[in-house]
């Protein structure tokens, strides 16, 4: 008999002392349960990622210092915990991605681990040491080997397309264990889920032994975990996963077969997301309160569903804040959607503010056009007012735009991109049509009219979205390609039988707005590639 | 007789056909002055750093293409210029660090880099793939070899602190070169080109042979080049120093003994670079015009001097946007520093505004004293009227915060952080003190009103920086010790004998200003450590 726990914690990067509390907790409810072993996720102790904090010696020593509680506090458990390690040589990284093996009240030693990746989100090549020593550890007549996350891709190379030049897989297979571990801190994004079941998958199969994957949740800045810790047999058929989005004490126990089958449902997963990136945000930095701008369009609706079910509706403000280009109907849809999520709404109208704007500035202005300037000013005073409510009051403001419109630069800098957080900053245009439907799918929460409404920033007389922009449909294609799978123009042009200006265009005016966006709010990554941490673009560029 | 040109181009990232005609333009200008050798940069076709462009395959296809031209037109020349290129194997990053070695009209083949640096702003794992090929060209007798950039370091680990597992040098030596080149794009920072020079004289006594140095210029979004291209003779004697700041053609009689002696003038590369660093960004972006607030005090004042210096007197506006809590002598000041500068100088008050936003708030704000919300709310009025003459009249606003404040977060968000680069980003007080100094070394252009007085954000009445902050050597110290060196804070604490509560208070604020620092524009890095790129540290964490 032989019981497990995969302990799918949720850390604070840094916070090494309230990890490590959590990890004792949950050895101790290991205990309780009668498991033999537990599993923590990836740099449990530091949390993942760590970065630069890692530079610094005292955070290492705190971490061995805390580590010896954890191995003092191991009686009657075998424990597999992730942590950064000193590799003790002169030369390379100074540090192991690494896990340390405890038994009983010993260190037996550590796995560290193989492939660094050092590509999209991720750069461990900039802290780790790449080690190739594959172990087995024997606890209770079991061989056990433990890989760490990326350690297991390689087998999957074909579906990552990342190719390294060793396989700890084959390594570890010739030491035949009896049960793999997995520490992991996998990051989010929409249906990945999918691909990496099939990883682990392949990779039970491969060893021809069960694998139990034990991840991370919690949102770090950008980044979001999802958890879904899985075991598989030794024939890669999935047998249980424990819960997204949530901490979870996922007990397995290999001697009785059962399978609690999961099914994916991607749009639960991505809402999911949404709202843990903003709880985390909120609860890791000792904030309760948000508030935003409800301008009556979809994104905005859209964020305060998410914030209100992240933040509870009594800490969520929504500012309502027309000007004269602001449409009656949009003022009641923004009043409809406070009723129905019961978030407070606030009205402070812009009008004589931006009247005053524009009479201190006519002195310089004087005979040009009405252009982007005016625009500006209104979603600036909006930006203003909402700082205004921020600092005096202790919200942060949410920001709303999304990804479609951050890409295209459809957005004002200091106005409508102000924010602690950009919630949608990474779901695109048709992605936010698909989460309201998803929202209303039981009654309805959002307005139709909100959803039906051509999309207008309502900073001019009748302006529309699509008057400056393709059909959204055409702009997310060129983003997903362009942006995503880093397809070449000519490519996006041919493939889809878009007029070559068209596609140039779109893409002239991705790079245009590089400048605003590296100013803007960090977002919540929920795709392949966000336009924040894992895209690394130049400014200033001659190429498009 | 062998005679070199050294070509010290400023390229565009990404702009292949533009770098392309500079690379063929110094080839017929080393034809012309009867040169055997040429060598540009590292990765002078891309320019460096190429980023994520490395990812497009059009982007490498386009590389390919216009270095069969150079091929073409280098008849009577031995030609070494840095590029991506693929490495057509399956395992591994796809892209070597290379250079092409060329020689009259055929290409002979390739030096990829060995040594790939992966820490602060340098990433280049995340593209490349190690090469531990070293080699010897044979031209006109002589045996060339070839290091590129930190293939070179590796021989004065003990200066740089980072340790590699090889060392090229060492292969290379074996091969006893006559020469070495050494193709490098090596960013600016305060004293760095101490640091270089014996680096690079430690690297040609060990080779026992002349090196030659080629350096990339030009400032690149926050990184700037400086240049300063080299010859060492055998005996590391350094004969021979290219321009810093300016593109070079820099060339080398190699049988002619003459010394030109250097002397490193910190101040005056300080100076240069900053204002490199505005020339660059304008001038690679397309713009000639520069707007800023003139405080009155000292940080706008220097940034003025120095968009003054980059763009021309003619294409700089100041703003003197004065409010209730603005002092008299710092308008006039303001004004004095203008004329001596000849620059634009526009008034335009701000108090009326400030009066409507209180007003407008007031009800939400009932019964709350005065605190930082009404002082950002002037900056924030001021990063309006900038960013709104901005988009009217198209001057490209500079943000003029310096380092010491960006750590403390004594600025304001979306306020006097609007711009499009941060000329001061990366310069502390004191630093900014000692630019002040070194402007007016020969006549007064910042009046000495502006450099005396105490630094103040005139944001409420008889406000000090030093009402809220320690004095400024004490916050410089403990950000270059923290911030530059990683020094734990305990170590910071018991090495300068300065109070704990204090430095842990320094260090908290340094951590807390990190969402502000996150969204502020881009900054020129002219430090071992900026703010911007090479520093990644969470906004949500848990260690300070």
Redesign the interface.
């Known amino acids: 008999m032989m019981k497990v726990l995969a302990a799918q914690i949720n850390p604070?990067?840094?916070?090494?002392d309230?990890n490590t509390a959590k990890i004792l907790h949950m050895m101790d409810r290991a205990r309780l349960q009668k498991a033999d072993i537990v599993v923590f996720p990836e740099l449990a102790m530091s949390?993942y990622?760590?970065?630069?904090?890692l530079?610094?010696?005292?955070?290492l020593d705190e971490i061995e210092k805390n580590l010896k509680k954890i191995i003092e506090k191991s009686q009657g458990l075998f424990v597999v915990v992730g942590l950064p390690r000193r590799t003790g040589k002169?030369?390379?990284k100074a540090l192991f991605n690494s896990a340390a093996v405890i038994s009983d009240g010993k260190l037996l030693g550590y796995k560290d681990k193989t492939l660094l990746p050092?590509?999209d989100v991720f750069?461990e090549?900039?802290y780790f040491e790449p080690s190739d020593d594959q172990k087995i550890w024997v606890y209770k007549n079991k061989k056990i080997g433990i890989l760490i996350c990326e350690d297991a891709w390689e087998q999957s190379s074909e579906i990552t397309g990342v190719?390294?030049?060793v396989d700890p897989a084959i390594e570890l297979k010739k030491l035949s264990p009896d049960l793999c571990i997995i520490p992991a801190a996998s990051p989010y994004y929409y249906k990945k889920n999918e691909l990496r079941k099939s990883v682990y998958q392949k990779i039970a199969k491969f060893l021809n032994c069960p694998v139990i994957l034990c991840s991370q949740i919690g949102a770090?800045?950008q980044l979001v975990f999802d958890g879904y810790s899985m075991l598989f047999d030794a024939n890669g058929a999935l047998k249980q996963v424990a819960k997204g989005f949530v901490e979870d004490e996922f007990f397995i126990d290999l001697d009785n077969d059962v399978t609690i089958p999961a099914k994916d449902e991607p749009l639960d997963d991505l809402y999911n997301a949404l709202v843990l990136g903003v709880k985390?945000?909120f609860f890791?930095?000792g904030f309760s309160k948000a508030c935003l701008g409800l301008s009556g369009g979809i994104d905005s609706a859209l964020t305060a569903c998410i914030a209100a079910d992240a933040l509870g509706p009594q800490n969520v403000k929504a500012l309502r804040m027309p000007s004269r280009f602001s449409s009656i109907e949009g003022i009641e849809d923004a009043q409809q959607l406070t009723d129905n999520l019961r978030i407070e709404l606030?009205d402070?109208p812009i009008d004589?503010?931006f009247q005053?704007?524009l009479d201190?500035?006519s002195p310089?202005?004087y005979g040009?056009p009405f252009?982007?300037?005016e625009e500006?000013?209104q979603a600036?005073?909006r930006?203003?007012?909402l700082?205004?409510?921020s600092?005096?009051?202790g919200y942060v403001v949410l920001s709303t735009g999304n990804k479609s419109e951050m890409a295209m630069g459809y957005v004002t800098?200091?106005g409508d991109m102000?924010g602690?957080l950009g919630v949608l900053a990474d779901v695109s245009k048709n992605m936010i049509y698909k989460l309201a439907g998803w929202i209303n799918r039981k009654k309805e929460i959002i307005p139709q009219n909100i959803i039906k409404k051509a999309p207008s920033a309502e900073l001019k007389y009748n302006q529309k979205d699509q008057d400056f922009l393709p059909p959204y449909e055409i702009v997310d294609l060129v983003l997903e390609q362009y942006v995503e799978n880093?397809k070449?123009?000519?490519?996006i042009i041919r493939e889809n039988k878009l007029p070559k200006d068209l596609v140039r265009d779109l893409v002239e005016r991705i790079h245009l707005a590089e400048?605003k966006r590296?100013?803007?709010?960090?977002g919540i990554r929920v795709t392949r590639k966000g336009f924040g941490v894992g895209?690394?673009?130049?400014?200033?560029?001659?190429?498009?």
Not at 12 to 16: A, L, P, R, S, Y
Not at 49 to 53: G, Q
Not at 55 to 59: A, E, K, L, R, T
Not at 518 to 522: N, S, T
């Open positions: 604070i990067v840094g916070n090494i309230g949390g990622p760590p970065e630069d904090l530079f610094f010696s005292d955070f002169k030369e390379g050092d590509y750069n090549l900039r190719n390294y030049a770090n800045d985390d945000y890791k930095l606030l402070i004589s503010m005053h704007f201190l500035l310089y202005f040009r252009d982007t300037t500006n000013l600036r005073i930006g203003m007012i700082m205004a409510i600092n005096k009051l800098l200091y102000c602690g880093h070449p123009i000519e490519q400048y590296r100013q803007g709010p960090p895209r690394i673009f130049p400014i200033v560029q001659g190429w498009v």
